[in-house]
């Protein structure tokens, strides 16, 4: 049975009334992570796209290019979506829900936003709403401003981004211990560790921009130290 026709049969399965949030605690178990991570991408994706007030093409795309959607699942998927959107719940229970889903699981977490960055800068815009929104889902899973301002310099072209700040260490940090966290990030992006913390394999392609993103700035920082 496909990702999506387990999640079908969830939304199926919520009585009359009840919200999206009432199915996460459903696929707490390792083994059903990867659909637990594709609910909360698709959840967080649809009320973040009402904190815009618009969703454009540009962000279905960047959807589909986190999830492969085969055409026989759309209308699944499209539940998924408008089900959280309409849902009375606010985007902050969806986001505590999925923090204690995923609790201690940083790298998980952090996954998951980037997912929601990638969807967030489809169109080209970064929307004062969307940060402000971003921002606040980050604050709820307990991931510092640092890190968050490594994903955002990645990317919001607002400029160049910072090669330390993508790394998430400062200038005078010593270059061994650079090293280490660049070595670090690199083994976070590997597919088989993002599969085995519930990252579907449709998503792993996102670490794909990541790895270019941690080995640009870990080669900017080297040839800064060198001139």
């Not at 496909?2 to 999206?20: D, F, M």
């Not at 955002?152 to 090293?179: H, K, Q, Y």
């Not at 690199?186 to 993002?194: A, G, Q, T």
Request: aromatic share 8%.
């Amino acid at each position: 049975m496909s990702i999506w026709s387990r999640i079908s049969e969830a939304i199926s399965a919520l009585t009359k009334g009840e919200g999206l949030s009432a199915i996460f605690d459903a696929f707490r178990s390792p083994p059903e992570r990867s659909i637990a991570f594709t609910i909360a991408v698709i959840a967080l994706s649809a009320k973040m796209a009402k904190a815009d007030g618009l969703v454009t093409r540009d962000e279905v795309t960047a959807f589909r290019e986190v999830f492969h959607i085969a055409p026989e699942e759309e209308r699944n998927a499209a539940r998924l979506f408008n089900l959280a959107r309409k849902d009375v719940a606010g985007f902050e229970e969806y986001a505590h829900r999925i923090g204690a889903m995923f609790d201690g699981e940083d790298s998980t977490l952090c996954d998951l936003m980037e997912g929601l960055f990638h969807i967030a800068m489809a169109d080209g815009t970064y929307h004062p709403a969307e940060d402000a929104f971003l921002q606040r889902v980050a604050e709820i899973f307990g991931m510092d401003d640092v890190r968050f301002a490594g994903l955002r310099a990645r990317f919001v072209p607002d400029a160049a981004p910072d090669p330390f700040t993508v790394l998430g260490v400062t200038p005078d940090t010593p270059m061994d211990e650079i090293r280490d966290h660049w070595r670090q990030l690199v083994r976070e992006c590997h597919p088989d560790r993002m599969i085995a913390r519930g990252v579907p394999a449709e998503a792993v392609k996102l670490s794909e921009r990541r790895m270019q993103d941690i080995n640009r700035a870990w080669e900017d920082i080297q040839a800064r130290e060198t001139a």
